[in-house]
């Protein structure tokens, strides 16, 4: 069973405007489970840091190596992405096939592990949020919020870098 028609019992071939995948191809990846594994991400975030205070622990803080490590992987992603868009669709260069599946699925993992670390990252935030007035507990908001914000570069980069993967349709072609 196929999902995604807009009414049940609906074929997704049926929608105006829409056509079925041919077979071999990729579903483009749905922004919505992509909101949904943030959700996920932020309610372990939450979790993760109720359960470590609880025991006594101290919740551990996000530190500026992170959030490099995060910059420069959207910085690579991005740069894959352009790069790629200018071989496929620019210049309509062919690539091989394997390299193709290996960049789309980089794409897509890193889309997917974005969005899970920036709702991990964001629960973080959110659970120092009440204790805003002290110095330690905002030092803590600031860097799980860029945190996320840098999390979500690495989605929107992964998801550019899955766009520019898509085969260019064939001018020649008639339907």
Sequence with gaps: M???GSEPGRAPEDEPGKEPPRPGSVRPTSRRLLIAIAVLGA???LTAVKAIES???VAPTV???TLIAWAFLAALLFAAARNTHQRIQVRRERMEPSRAVFLLLIGKASAFVGALCAGVY?????SFLQAMGASAPRHRVIMAGAAAVVSVL???AGLLLERACRVPEDPDETP
């Design 55 to 57: 025991g006594g622990g």
């Design 63 to 65: 530190s500026w190596l």
């Design 2 to 4: 196929v999902s995604g």
């Design 154 to 156: 690495v989605v929107t």
């Design 43 to 45: 309610a372990i975030g």
């Design 122 to 126: 964001a629960g973080f935030a959110l």
